[in-house]
Every structure is written in structure tokens, then in C-alpha cells.
């Protein structure tokens, strides 16, 4: 399969950023056509063009758009969650730092479809630099009459603003996010009522990532059929792939739904040193772990659940034989211990439990009690917390047990770093172990 | 753990229109619309393990105790948040597996952090946890790991502690501190297994409310500085009692050990006070054993020396037959129903005397006929759950927050839903705001003016039906107020309400307690009514005093002149008269006192017979609330070997040879008998509206935690209570600086100064806090001219 490269296609060229560059290759012409069609006729377009939420969980955006009542006499909301934090995934901030236009236009078209006059772009506070492009975007909008008061001489109004956030996992979390938005602590609401209804200052909100916001000038400017083009039916059109890890070229591949692990890896420049794939995340650390018997499934939504997992972010990781299984896990519930909110008790107190337990197992103290202690303390997490994170820090351990237990075994009696000599994984030049 | 909510959704069956039908644990039931499953299985008596839900608050299902199947969901749901819908098929940990292990599973967790450290735990045997660990928990823990440690315990307020390690992060005391009291002074911080309940730097949680948080705690992280440590649950007699603080009449837990009260609780009374009280009657308790009177005293050779009873009695009998005609009775505002009703029965018989009033305040005429025409006797008209109900609740001189605190409890949760609050008062307070209420500004003393120019849209709004219009004590102090009122009243159809500070004004009100008034109402000079409480008493009619006796002031006036001999003096402290010099000459002149007193005071001093009386806790009795709803209470220690008032006056009327019952529930039955009065009643006052003083006027009310004597001995309450300040506007303030100087004609006090929304001719300062008593410092009431001067220098 061929790259297809549409969000990521003049990244070559430095002034992209600009609105002057963004206009050379075509930016903003679909939000003119656009302004002239009916909002519900563009809430239709994307509908029909199957385009799934790409911030992880693959929702309908479309579907997410037709949620929000019309005519209800409230203010409506478009919120863009660029607060990526997800390990392993690193696609919305490149995106944001080469081509925020493209978002900006994305946001115009959105909000005039879904009828708001006020977006807001909710950003990772730890990225300086998406953020000051993304700003620099909006200003260049404001000042260029993209968004204001009478855009285009439509009568719509919009105005954007860029939000920066304070460094926590939970506020990608789509209620989180609106909290923090509202300057309350970013933990998740109750739901119902959902943000479709009920979502920032209590009125209908629509909440897209950036990378989804990103395909909406695109299959506007294009049509339905083109991006159908690309991907399977139940998962159509492009995606950001976004290869990290163990590879020769890790960096940003844009490719249709579909394509392979084998095929990225390969425009990756294969594995260092020719090293076998020990395991993979499809889309950040999140999803269940794959194996090398899963590099020719297809990347799709529907594949990787079908083998187990999800495509979640579309950012693969992924790890030759040299890495710890035992310490990867250990490293990621690490880190959903420190970012657990607090709210709910399987999560704050789960991930307490698990990453102490496993962090005893990295030191090869471990036991096959607490093997088996660790898979119940999962089940006792997953599906049980009050929102994602806790069911997120609840997967890597019992997907790391179903193809690597005989490292967890080994833990009981040896250390980790005994069995997997740690420098032996570094992947930076003149790292010891090469 | 209460089930039941008198609004909330799940009560209320028999009138909720828009059933469905669910079934639990293989049990059909229909619930109204919108009931939470674990209401609903409530009502089934399954107990769903439950830390964050709370029946008076939002649903939040955080702690995730409560999680259940619900046929058709992949997950489980928590019981506490799920909404119901016709045909939903539930399962609780009875029925399910699923839900018994994800029960089991977040018990194992909660457990996890949380110290094992019951034996030394305030909560230890009435835990939440530790019940619900045993039901629903596994029966040997697994987490061998290290438990995260915070220093302990750190104070959110004086009074208020925490053991963050204890808390299980459930937010009840946050939510309770946000929806409920208005007083978001509590926050949780932090995250993750650190995430902890705080308050901001130097902000403590000096709430009035803050003690509700102790008890809604499902583990022992809220302890209360006076209580910690004192006792176990498992040692404790309960008795239910009636706060006797103010006319809000909450329910209350007395719980003792040995003869000693170690802690008062609120109890769940859903017409009522719901399951909340205030600070003050939560702690305030101590006065009950410090400074008693022990013994009776007789004055001997201008002594006052220890009498047996016998004799102390025979003292006062003798001395009050040979004043008879011209006796007063100063009932106070703190007596039962059953008390005030021996008082007024034995001023009319035994003392042949109809100058009888309980009001220790300022008091004017006015407010007498006032009470007379349309609040003695009367039926509860409005009431906790009308004002809930009521489109719009205006208040006049009246704080809620400081003189009745649950009134602002459910004011604010009316407010929360719609209900319009108005204030006629000198200051936008704080309290207003947490009522989302709107101020009409009335300079102190011109209230009546401004309620009888009130503007036509505030007109409107109290026309609605169902409407309130809430009057505090304080307005017999402004000239006309009362008159405007009733008139107000009476034009827009509203519900009038009358909301005294103390808790026994209303009963004394209605038992007769106050000149020209026989029990339940009754006009002394109305031929029928004397019929009625002549026969009620055995007695002739014509023995009855033939004509409205003296009542407030004139009283202490009377008694200071000499055309009093007598007084008869129950449960009164000087100070608390809006004249205390007047009060302490008609004290001296009388020629005979006779003290019911349970504390040493300054009418003990200069009493001729003192009579040691029972506390609350000592004797049963009634208080009615400010609606008039009866708030009976029994005895907390039945050997308690002091007699209530009634039962001290039915022993002088005795030597005196006149009959006068003892027992509370035959002066009960003899009251309950009698009924209110349903004969022609006195016409509301129609006095004119008293102008304004000139200059700058003093605002002024009792903060909720003052000075008041009932507060003693109770450090960690006292350091809750709101600084004494004065309360200027900005304007004012501008020109004065820091700090003020107000003087009256008695003298001055020098005070911080606060800004607030308020008119820049008015001074407001509080009536009775440590370092500002108006009566006696200034020598004035609320509505005087006083002077501000910058700084310190008088």
C-alpha cells in the first residue's frame, strides 16, 4: 500500500505554517464552499464519508455532530482536543506545528456546521511550540477575516480560542477537558448528560481530536467519494501513523486504513539492526500489545479488534527482542499511577497497587501469587472505573501476560535488568550496548 | 444512613404521577420516574454498598462501592447515578455475580490505602467502612505493599480535623460543602492516590455548617477537635432531642457517657432540618454542666446564702403572696412550651398578674399586637418544605444564615432551584449571595417606609401563590415595620412568617407568655376566651387579671419606678435587654426577686430567692419552631436530680395554696386540651413608618458564633466564629482606613474594617461578639445615630 499523504502533504515546505503557505497549496478553499452550503448538508457529507474520531476510540464524527440539538436556543460549543498526551503517540502536535491552518480551517467548517459561534482548541501545555503556531494560526485568521464577525460575508460569526492546558493525562479525557476549560480540576464528569447535550458551561458541545478536525477541509473540499477511496468500508479513509520505537526512520507516515504493520515498518527503514519485533502498540500504550504474528493485520478499527486490541491513536510502538516485557508494563502503569485523577477508586487505588507490585517484580521479587493477584486486580479495574484511564491502565498487564508470561515468571526470581541487559535497548547513537 | 428525602427523587410515591416499572433482584416494583436504582432498592431493603452516595447531595459515583448489573449494559453501573427506565432489569450483589465481585473488588481497594487503625479511630463501631468491609469485603486483605502516610492530622478549621490517610476520597464533605452550605472552603487536591481534601493557604473551613461534614464522613478522616478522642460509639446512649439554640428546630442525637454529653448529632427529620444542623448547635453544649446553679439560695442580711428547698420555696411563696397584684413575670426566650405555660398560668393565677413577657430583646408595642393578630396560636402556615415550594421568599430584618441557620439551608436549596430570594436590609451579605438573592435597600430603622414603597415587580413576585414573606425578631425595633408586613401580606396574598432567634419564643408566644395573651392565643380582655382558660384552670373567670397587663419595657420600667414589687425572673440575661441599665435598675428596686436560674448570672446576683433549674438535657418538654411546628424532646438524663421551671412553680404555687400542675405531660395535655384560639382576633398594628435616625445608622444582628452565654467553654467553636469587624461600604471605607472607631452614647469600640454592599450612611457591627456589645458598649440599638471616626482615636 502507498502512502497517501493529505494532512502531511506539503510538509516539506517551511512556510506551510503561514497562512500565506497554507493558501499556496489550496488552503481554505473548502471553507468557501463550505460557508455557501447548508450546515446539515456538511453534517451530512461527513456522515456519509464514514470518517471515525481519530483521537482513539473510533467514534463516528458525523454521528458525534448530529448529537447536538439544533434550534434549542443555547450556544453551541466546538472543542478540540489537542491535549495529547497518550504514550507512545505523537501525531497531533506535529500536525499542529507544520499545519495548523488546516485545523483552523477544519474548526471553521465544524463550528459553522454544528452552528457555534465560539470554538476552543485545548492544547498539551508541555508543547510551547504547537501552541505558539497555533495561536500565530489563529491570529493570521482573525486578521485575514476567517474568523470574526460576518465570515466571508456568510453572516457567521466565530471566534477561536487556544487554550493551554496544565499537564495532565486526564484532561485528554473529553469531560476532564471541559472541566479544566471551565477552570475546575480536571477530572471527569458523570455522564449522561453527555457533552453533545450538556457539555461546556452546561450547553451542547461537540469535542473532536485534532487529527479529525484536520480531515474535515479535506472531505469537504474533496468529496465523500474521494476519501472513500481510501480505507475499508468500516474504516475509510487516511490516517497519520505516527512509527516510534525500535525502527531505522520513526517518524510521521500518512497511509489509508489498511495498511499493514509490515508495510509501515518498511517505510520506517525496518528495525535497527535487523532485530526481530518482539511486540507492538497499535496506538499508544493504551491499547492491548501485538505480537510479530500480528505485523500483516491490517490497520484498521475493525482488524486490530478483531486481533484483540485497537487501533486507538494510530501511533505504532514498537519493540525488538532486547526490552523487558516486565519493564515496559512497569514503566506504563508507572505512569498511569501518577496520572490517575484521584476520583474514582479502582483507578487511584488499582494503579497504586499494580505499579508497587510490578515494580517488585522488575527487582525479581515477585511471586506467582501475585501473578495471578495482578490479573485480578485488572479485572477489577477494567470496566469498573469511573472513565478510560483506569481501563487503559488495566490493559497492558493481562496483554503482556497472554504472550509473555514466562517473563513474569522469571521476575519472580531475577531481576529484569539481569535478563534484559537495559543499554542493549537504548536506541540513541553511540549508545553502549551498540 | 438515611434513606428517605422529602423532594428528592424516589419519595413521595403515592404522589408521583409518572410510574414505571422496574424489576430488582427478580422483583417487580414500580418507582416514579427518574428514581435512582439504589433509592429504588432501598426500598426493596437491599443495601447496596454505597461511600459517596448521599441522598441530599449529587449523585457523583466515584468510590464505585455501589456497582450492580443492569441487563442489556456491558458494564456495571453504579446504583447511586443510574436513572431507571421502564422495563430496566437490575441486579444487584444478591442476584449477580458481576456485581457481587465488582463490589468486592473496590471494597478490596478502598481498603488498600486505608490505615488499620479502627481501635484508635473516632469512627471505630458506627463505620461505614468498616460495616461495609465486613458485608461486602473480602475476608483477608492481599495487598502486602507499603500504604501511602500523610502527617496527621492536619486542622481544615479549628474545629475541624483530618486523617487524610483515613479518607477515601468519597467528596461528601466537598459536595456537602459546595451544594449544601454554600461554603466551598473545602476542595480535594492533588491526584491520584495523593489526592486529598484541603483548604486554601489561610483560609480555614470556618463554616457554620463545617460539622455536618463530620458526620457524613464514611470513614474517621473528619474528626471534630472537641470530640476526638473522647469516647467509642459502642459506649454511648443515644437519645433524639431538640436543638435548643435557635427557632429553627432541628432534630438532634444527644449521645452521653456517665452522666456527661459528649457529642450532639443532627437527626434525620426530612420536614425539618433534613439530616443538618448548624455548628453551634452541634457543639455548643458544654454550658450544660459549667456554672450551674447547684443549690437554692436565699438572701439573708443582704447575702444570698444556701436554702433547702423547703425553705427556699416557703421564701418565695411568702414574698410573692404578699406582692400579688403587682408581680412581673420575665419569662426569657428560651423555655419549653410546657415551662412557659406554668409561667403564664401562674403569673394570671397565682400572682393575680398579667405583666408577663419573654421577649429579652428590644420590643415595642407594636410587635406585640402584631403577634397577638397574627402569629400567636396560629396553625403552621409556612413551613421548611413551603419556602422549598415558594416562588418567592422575601426576608425582612431578618440574617437566616446568623439567626436561623437551617431557614438559610433551605432558603439556599430553594434558591438552587428557582426560588427568588429578597432581602429588605441594610446589607447585600454574603449569606444573601450564597441565596442567589437580590437586596432592597433599607436604611436601619426606615424598613417600613421602603416595604411600603415597595416597587411593583417585588410586589408582583409575592403574589404568586405560595409566596413567603419571612420577618425576623428584630424587626420591632424598626417603628412600622411590622404594621408594613402585615399590610404587604394581606395586599399580595403571601404567607406571613415570623422567625424569632431563640427557641422558645414561639412556644412562650403561644403558651401565654406575654401580656394581654392567654394560651393558645387568647385576647385576656375577650369574655369567651377567658371562659375557656378559666374553666381550663378551675377557676372563676373574674379571677382572672381583667385587662392587658404590662409587657416589654414597661415591665422593667414598672419594677425600676416601684409600681412593681415583684419579679419573677426565669432564664434571663440582663445584657440581652436592648436597655441592660434599665434592666438592672428594675432588678434593684423591685422589692422582691425570685430567680429560676440554671447559671449564675447577673440576676442571681441580685435576687432574693434563687432557684436552680434543670438544662435541656435535665427535663422533657417541647420548643415550638419558627413555623409553629411542635419540636418535643425527652429527658437525656432520667436521674437527673434538677426539676424544670413548671415543676419549681408548681411547688411555690403550692405553699401559695394554689393549684398549678408540675408534671410536663399533664401541662401538656391541659394546653393540647385548651387548642388554639379560633375567636375574633386582635387587628394587625397599623403604625406609621418611623423615620430613619440622621447621620450614619448602626445595622446590626447576633452573629450565629458570638458572645452568647450557651457558647462557653467551647474553644475550637468559638475560633470558627466570624471576626468582629465593621461592615462599611467601599466609599466609607475609602475614607476611613483600616480600622473604626463607632461610638454611641455609652462609649465606643474600635474595629477592623470590612467592605461590603451597603449604603455609605449605615455602619454595620455585630450585636454581641467578643469586643463589640452595642446594648452595652455603645448603649444602643439597631437603627441609632452613631458616629465613625479613622483609626483608634475615639
Known sequence: MTLTPVITEHWDDPELFTLAGYRRHGGYTALASALKQDPDAIIGTVKDSGLRGRGGAGFPTGLKWSFVPQNDGKPHYLVVNADESEPGACKDIPIMIANPHALIEGVIITSFAIRANHAFIYIRGEVPEAIRRVANAVREAREAGLIGTDIMGTGFDLDIVVHSGAGAYICGEETALLNSLEGLRGQPRLKPPFPAVAGLYASPTVINN??????????????????????????????????????????????????????LLDYAGGMIDDRPVKFWLP?????????????D?????????????????????????????????TRWLEFYKHESCGKCTPCREGTYWITGTLERFQEGHGSDREMETLTDLCGQIMGRSFCALGDAAATPYPAAMKYFRDEFAAATSTPVDDSFDPAASYVFSGAAAR | MTVTSNSGPGSDLEMATDLITVVID???????????VIRAAEQLGIEVPRFCDHPLLDPVAACRACLIEVEGMPKPQP??????????????????????????GVMEFLLLNHPLD?????????CPLQNQAMSAGRPETRFDGEKREFDKPINVSAQILLDRERCVSCARCTRFAEQIAGDPMIELLERGAQQQVGTADDEPFDSYFSGNTVQICPVGALTSASYRFRSRPFDLVSVPTTCEHCASGCSLRTDYRRGVVTRRLAWDDPEVNEEWNCDKGRFAFTYQRNGRVEHPMIRENGELRVASWPEAIDAAARGLAAARGQVGVLVGGRSTVEDAYAYARFAR?????????????????????FLAARVAGSPVAASYDSLETAPAVLLVALEPEDESPI???????????????????????????KMSGTLVPARPGGEAAVLRALDDDTRALLSQPGSVIMVGERAAGAQGTLSAVAELADATGATLAWVPRRAGERSALDAGALAGLLPGGRPIEDPQAREQVAAAWGIPASDLPAVNGRSGDAILRAARDGELSALVVGGVELVDYADPTLAEEAIDNAGFVVSLENHHSAVTERADVVLPVAVVTEKAGTFLNWEGRPRPFGQVFRDALTMGDAKVLSMIAAAMEIPLPGDVRVLRAELGALGPWAGNRFQAPTTPSGAASEGTVLASWRLLLDSGLMQEDEPHLAATARPTVAMVSATTAAALGETVTVTGPAGSVTLPVQVADMSDDAVWVPMNSPGCHIHTDLGVTPGASVRLTAGGAA
Not at chain 1, 501485538?290 to 505485523?295: P, S, V
Not at chain 1, 478499527?301 to 505504532?316: H, K, N, S, V
Not at chain 2, 481501635?119 to 458506627?126: L, Q, R
Open chain 1, 210 to 263: 485534532v487529527e479529525t478536525i484536520c480531515n474535515i477541509p479535506y472531505i469537504v473540499g474533496r468529496g465523500v467519494d474521494w476519501f472513500r477511496q481510501f480505507g475499508t468500508e468500516k474504516s475509510p479513509g487516511f490516517k497519520v501513523f505516527a512509527v516510534s520505537g525500535h525502527v531505522n526512520r520513526p517518524g510521521i507516515y500518512e497511509a489509508p486504513l489498511g495498511i499493514t504493520m509490515r508495510e
Open chain 1, 283 to 295: 496506538g499508544g500504550s493504551s491499547v492491548p500489545m501485538l505480537t510479530a504474528e500480528h505485523l
Open chain 1, 297 to 329: 493485520t491490517p490497520m484498521t478499527y475493525e482488524a486490530m479488534a478483531e486481533a484483540g486490541t485497537m487501533l486507538g491513536t494510530g501511533t505504532p510502538m514498537i519493540f525488538n527482542d532486547t526490552v523487558s516485557v516486565v519493564k515496559a508494563v
Open chain 2, 26 to 36: 427478580g422483583v417487580e416494583m414500580q418507582v416514579p420516574k427518574g428514581t435512582l
Open chain 2, 79 to 104: 446504583a447511586c447515578a443510574q436513572v431507571l427506565n421502564d422495563g430496566m432489569n437490575v441486579k444487584t450483589q444478591y442476584a449477580s455475580e458481576v456485581a457481587r465481585l465488582a463490589q468486592e
Open chain 2, 118 to 126: 479502627c481501635p484508635v479511630c473516632d469512627k471505630g463501631g458506627e
Open chain 2, 349 to 369: 393565677t397565682a400572682l393575680a398578674s398579667d405583666d408577663i413577657d419573654f421577649r429579652v430583646r428590644e420590643t415595642a408595642d407594636e410587635e406585640t399586637a
Open chain 2, 407 to 433: 431557614v438559610f439551608l433551605r432558603l439556599r436549596k430553594a434558591a438552587r432551584s428557582g426560588t427568588k430570594v429578597v432581602s429588605v436590609g441594610a446589607v447585600a451579605t454574603t449569606g444573601l449571595a
